[in-house]
């Protein structure tokens, strides 16, 4: 028996993280995507297709990714990541950065109009002016779906390994490129 963080339950080694309450997080972007989450969360979550009212999803101009604000009328489609450790949330937490705000919210289940409480992240600044139109998913995986996922392995292997790196390196990958002069 060793003294550390994992303790054995039935044969199966359980860690710290897994004492916890698990979280179910409402995501509407790119986190949609398997292959994102996936890489995301080092696993494969179950994913449930769910609504969530009175936000709307845009887009932020000159970036890659999409982000929601309160909105009176909005309605925004996305799924619910199911039963993530704590340290997964913090992955979520820390590809979000400081633009974003966990909070909890009430979505309805697509399949069984249930309702749920559960976290989703916000843009902090609900007044930026980059924020404009409607992020459209099936466009993004057509157009930035593999800078995002290069972007993305490229964050993981920070995390893993900063080397003296800070966060902001890696913020560049997010972004749209610049406009070449003709």
């Not at 994992?6 to 080694?13: A, G, L, Q």
């Not at 799924?79 to 009430?106: A, C, F, H, P, W």
């Not at 390994?161 to 002069?181: I, L, M, Q, Y």
Request: aromatic share 10%; with cysteine; proline share 4%.
């Amino acid at each position: 028996f060793r003294q550390n963080s994992n303790f054995t339950v039935n044969s199966k080694t359980m860690t710290s993280s897994d004492k916890s309450l698990s979280h179910d997080v409402f995501v509407y972007g790119s986190f949609q995507e398997p292959s994102v989450v996936n890489l995301i969360l080092e696993c494969s979550p179950v994913m449930v297709p769910a609504q969530l009212h009175g936000y709307h999803v845009y887009r932020l101009k000159g970036r890659l990714h999409a982000c929601i604000s309160p909105s009176e009328n909005g309605l925004i489609n996305g799924k619910i990541l199911t039963g993530l450790t704590d340290s997964q949330l913090e992955n979520l937490d820390m590809i979000e950065g400081s633009e974003y705000v966990r909070k909890t919210v009430e979505v309805v289940l697509t399949d069984t109009s249930e309702k749920k409480q559960v976290e989703t992240y916000v843009w902090a600044n609900k007044d930026d002016p980059n924020l404009y139109g409607e992020w459209d998913f099936e466009e993004w995986r057509r157009l930035h779906m593999d800078k995002f996922i290069e972007a993305s392995t490229k964050f993981i292997e920070w995390k893993k390994n900063p080397d003296g790196r800070s966060r902001e390196e890696f913020e560049k990958f997010v972004f749209d490129d610049p406009p070449t002069a003709a």
